[in-house]
């Protein structure tokens, strides 16, 4: 046999002993799933369409509970609503650990209200959703506030005079004003132009994050952080925005009155100085920044996505705000703004914001838990620190509880009568001790906003309904819809 063969040869059994020997080896007992490849993991098992679609089929093979190796970490998937609700309901304080998300973990790193664990996690927690409840401290409710920027914007169509419009930036500043009223004290003009360089930040960070070259991070972060790419762009984003977060952290401390705090940055700086005594306290400044952040990119991009897919669907589906529209002349009338309390007699209204939420899908694969404890789950061993994906897509999309599940209509929660009909399947917001801190609001803004808009204006698009597009401009760890134009008519 000829040396260049033997040589060939050798490599060849060398090469297969270290994949043999580099083949991950997981403590506990996992869930069953595809077998990975050294360093590479599940590589081989992704397709270009990103996570969901490629979770969707490794499913189909391995059940609604799998494990997918993204890169050398193994990451158990939970599929469908039985399992979701199992996890992070019943079993809610194993599952309430949060794992990372890769490109904005830089960032976050373990701080802040959504991204810390353990004791710093419930402390802030507590304190961020009994400042929020208070709301500036019981001066003006939520309410006032929401209908005061419907009113800002219902004026900011009628400017536009029925001309098309790209609505993307205008449902950002009405959601980002609901919770810069919270925690900045104040809200800003459409006009600003230092708001409007945050809304852009925002816009374009969620819209990177949610991107493929993003999803690829995740498998391979550890090697490709040292090369360029989408994740220095979304960290040079986020560092503006705490940049100016830390401004506005120095105004409040500077003009700060114990007596009379204005939001949630007066409020967090008076804990900050009653605790500074406590060797463990968690008030520090790097917490507040970290979780003023996340305060402020979830309440704005999470309920403007959901707005502007809402109205893509109205004008994709005009017959179904026609019949808002009825409802909301029955109920509401034209000379009043519409009230919280008119929620409970507009069935139909409520069940189409239920059905926009559902179908816009914001988050499919779940913001990433991770277990706090080993933890038996339907049979396998869960070690502490295991990295868990609740997919909500696949409950917002379960066919045992939505018929037509691909398909956006509001009778999958209304009942024979017409009255509103509740899901088990249905957690835009996920479940457990780590649902969404800001719930209340944002379903008291849908509503709010929705129905103000089509109270004042009629819809209509420059395209034919049948040519409208509802896929998503990009689908990973969140939905970004096609932008679009429409045009606000006065009723």
């Not at 939505?402 to 209509?409: L, M, R, V, W």
Request: aromatic content about 12%.
């Amino acid at each position: 046999m000829e040396p260049s063969v033997l040589l060939l040869l050798a490599l060849l059994v060398g090469f297969v002993l270290l994949l043999v020997r580099g083949y991950p080896k997981a403590r506990g007992h996992l869930p069953p799933g595809p077998r990975p490849l050294p360093l590479l993991g599940n590589l081989l098992q992704m397709d270009r369409g990103g996570f969901l679609n490629s979770f969707k089929r490794i499913r189909e093979k391995y059940g609604a509970v799998f494990t997918v190796h993204l890169g050398t970490r193994p990451v158990v998937m939970l599929y469908g609503t039985e399992a979701i609700r199992e996890a992070l309901v019943d079993q809610a304080e194993a599952f309430s650990g949060r794992g990372t998300i890769a490109v904005v973990e830089p960032i976050f790193r373990d701080y802040g209200v959504i991204f810390s664990n353990g004791e710093r996690w419930k402390v802030l927690r507590r304190f961020s959703l009994a400042t929020m409840r208070d709301f500036g401290m019981g001066k003006r409710s939520v309410e006032e506030r929401i209908q005061e920027e419907a009113r800002c914007l219902v004026e900011e169509f009628r400017k536009s005079q029925g001309a098309p419009l790209d609505p993307t930036f205008l449902f950002q500043c009405i959601t980002a004003n609901i919770i810069c009223s919270i925690v900045f004290g104040e809200r800003f003009g459409y006009k600003d132009r230092q708001f409007l360089r945050l809304l852009y930040l925002f816009y374009q960070s969620f819209s990177l994050i949610s991107s493929f070259s993003s999803q690829v991070f995740e498998l391979f972060s550890g090697f490709l952080k040292y090369f360029p790419g989408t994740h220095r762009q979304i960290s040079r984003n986020l560092q503006e925005i705490l940049d100016y977060i830390g401004q506005s952290v120095e105004k409040h401390r500077a003009t700060l009155d114990p007596s009379n705090p204005r939001d949630f940055i007066d409020t967090y700086l008076l804990r900050m100085e009653k605790e500074k005594s406590n060797q463990h306290m968690e008030f520090d400044h790097q917490n507040l920044l970290i979780s003023v952040l996340s305060l402020f990119f979830a309440g704005t991009e999470t309920s403007s996505t959901t707005l502007r897919y809402g109205f893509l669907l109205m004008l994709k589906y005009p017959h179904v705000a026609e019949k808002v529209q009825k409802e909301i002349d029955q109920v509401i009338g034209s000379h009043r703004l519409p009230t919280l309390e008119d929620r409970t007699k507009m069935p139909y209204t409520d069940a189409v914001i239920y059905e926009i939420q559902r179908f816009s899908d914001l988050v499919p694969i779940g913001v990433p838990h991770k277990v706090t404890k080993d933890t038996l789950f339907r049979g396998y061993l869960l070690p502490k620190n295991t990295e868990v994906y609740p997919i909500l897509s696949s409950a917002l999309h379960d066919p045992q509880y939505f018929e037509q599940p691909d398909t956006s209509n509001p009778d999958h929660f209304l009942d024979a009568n017409g009255a509103l009909k509740k899901s088990e399947a249905f957690m835009p917001f996920s479940l457990g001790k780590r649902i969404c801190l800001g719930e209340g609001i944002a379903r008291n803004e849908l509503f709010l906003f929705f129905t103000a808009i089509l109270q004042n204006f009629s819809l209509s698009s420059p395209m034919a309904a049948k040519d409208i597009d509802l896929s998503p401009k990009e689908s990973g760890f969140g939905k970004v819809p096609q932008t679009y134009q429409i045009c606000f008519l006065a009723r």
